[in-house]
């Protein structure tokens, strides 16, 4: 099954999992026609995502403010505006900063919200607003399970832009979603 942009199956894509490249490259490729699921974010996200980027890669302002552009270019109805007061009512998230990720997924309708931090969205507080919380590695096997193919298309589309084969964005997904590369090796195997 292969969904397209009038599917309604979303995700929030956390700061935590737009930051590896590899990563964020192969998520939002599978958002990209023929889409699996619709991306969403906000610009605390974004924000998130910037100061990661700058801090931890040590990326300059004029690559960052490159990579949010062509983001928002390729999709530009991912951006969900939040207003302050949903995120300050959501005492039911312990850390300030994820607050406005679940203000996000709600505003956005979101079905899953999609990060490494899993623990900062306890499940009752999540389920109380009909949003699952998955990490990357387990919201990209769901993908491969639903349309294998589509996925693997998708990887060597991904290699290909970088002139490499599927087994270099294999091995850079490794450490981020080691279940997802492990079911890709079985399969092709």
Known sequence: MIFTQENEY???????????AV???????LAEEPAMYRPLWSQHIMTEM??????KLHRT????SYRQ??????????????????TRALDCI???????????????????IVT???KHFPKGCIDAYGILCHTADDFLIHQFTLCGQVVLDKLDDQAAAI????????????RCAPGFVQRIEEYVL
């Open 69 to 86: 552009s062509e983001m928002n270019k390729a999709f530009p109805e991912a951006m969900v505006c939040v207003p302050p007061s949903l």
């Open 50 to 55: 910037a100061r990661a980027l700058e801090t």
């Open 61 to 64: 302002a004029a690559e960052i």
């Open 163 to 174: 002139t490499k084969d599927r087994s270099y964005v294999i091995e850079g997904l490794r």
């Open 94 to 112: 312990p850390d300030e900063e994820d607050k406005p990720v679940l203000a996000t997924a709600i505003m956005g309708h979101a079905n899953v």
């Open 23 to 29: 990563l964020c490259d192969t998520l939002l490729r």
């Open 116 to 118: 490494q931090n899993t």
């Open 10 to 20: 979303s995700a929030v894509l956390d700061a935590c999992v737009l930051v590896p």
